[in-house]
């Protein structure tokens, strides 16, 4: 497969300032030093707990805050600091799902006009309103819905219009962010099988930031998994669920709910202790080490890189501990 998207440690700190004349005491390390790949047709799911810069990493490949570190390619050209004109025939190749389906279309603008609107202020060369139409059977949505506004409608109803907006000037990568948290489980799995739909029907490549590992696992060819800025384990979805490799990603998915009751977890003693540390002092070496039972004294001084293990198709994790974290693990019965 062929690299969509190449993120290279990037980096978004966000200055801390006090004082009268607001001078920068300190800084908030939201995303340090984050590298990945979406490949073309790819699904790639970002998972971990609140706070560890899911968001922050999404909002900077939108263009929305700017690194402070690393580069950001795209189709071979890097965009990390583009403006203007190219900053605009950006946006029309990479889109944007929110997690909000109700806060992110205007209360005041009908369905048509929501989708309207992003066509006129780029400037779409063909018929509007047929395309308008196009796009909500795309999504499911009758041709009824164009006079609609968003409180006349159900969550579902409007975050499939929120993908038709996605979707309007045909984009090739959708970022995901949250997408189907705020939906009822029955509509989170119409809205996920849409999804994959749409993927393999126009080629698209996502990038899909989510909490329930579940839905992860459902839609994503690979998942990265994020901790207080950091990637620390990446590689094929199936394989990291069956044999999770560093420490976090083994207690993200012991912590996922089962409804059989004599399931026999992976690791047992894995729950999490504690807090996840404050980004605007984050911990010496590896930053998971005042939550890990694995940890020695190397991890409190010595950050680890990400390696290639030998656990399945690809997988690659950051941790100081390979040998001994690879054999406790254990295939899922």
Not at 143 to 151: A, N
Not at 297 to 313: A, F, R, S, Y
Request: hydrophobic content about 40%; glycine content about 8%.
């Amino acid at each position: 497969m062929t690299a969509l998207m190449k993120i290279k440690d990037i980096e978004v700190h966000f200055p801390v300032r006090k004082g009268l004349l607001q001078r920068e005491v300190a800084s908030i390390k939201a995303v340090d030093g984050v590298s990945f790949e979406i490949q073309k047709g790819e699904a790639l799911g970002l998972v971990g707990e609140s706070g560890c810069g899911k968001t922050t990493v999404a909002r900077s490949l939108l263009k929305l805050v700017e690194l402070t570190g690393g580069t950001i390619e795209f189709d071979g050209q890097v965009v990390s600091h583009i403006k203007s004109d190219k900053l605009k025939s950006y946006r029309r190749r990479v889109s944007a799902i929110f997690q909000d389906p109700f806060s992110s279309l205007n209360p005041r603008m009908t369905v048509g006009q929501i989708l309207g609107e992003v066509l006129t202020v780029n400037k779409y060369e063909e018929d509007i309103n047929t395309r308008i139409l196009e796009l909500l059977a795309l999504c499911g949505l009758a041709e009824r819905f164009v006079e609609l506004y968003p409180h006349e409608m159900s969550g579902g109803q409007r975050q499939r219009v929120g993908i038709a907006r996605a979707l309007a000037l045909d984009p090739e990568l959708i970022i995901c962010d949250e997408a189907v948290s705020a939906l009822d489980v029955s509509i989170q799995a119409q809205i996920v099988n849409l999804l994959r739909e749409l993927r393999d029907t126009l080629g698209l490549s996502f990038l899909f930031i989510g909490h329930d590992l579940s839905v992860v696992q459902h839609l994503c060819d690979r998942i990265a998994v994020m901790y207080l800025g950091k990637i620390v384990e990446i590689g094929n979805a199936q394989d990291l669920f069956k044999n999770p490799a560093h420490p976090y990603t083994k207690a993200l998915i012991d912590a996922v709910p089962s409804i059989d009751p004599d399931e026999k977890r992976l690791n047992e003693d894995m729950f999490l202790q504690g807090e996840v540390p404050s980004p605007l002092s984050p911990p010496s070496g590896c930053v998971f080490h005042t939550r890990c039972k694995y940890r020695i004294e190397e991890c409190k001084t010595k950050t680890p890189l990400m390696e290639q293990v030998d656990i399945g198709q690809n997988r690659m994790i950051a941790c100081l501990l390979n040998e001994e974290i690879g054999l406790n693990s254990q295939q899922k019965q």
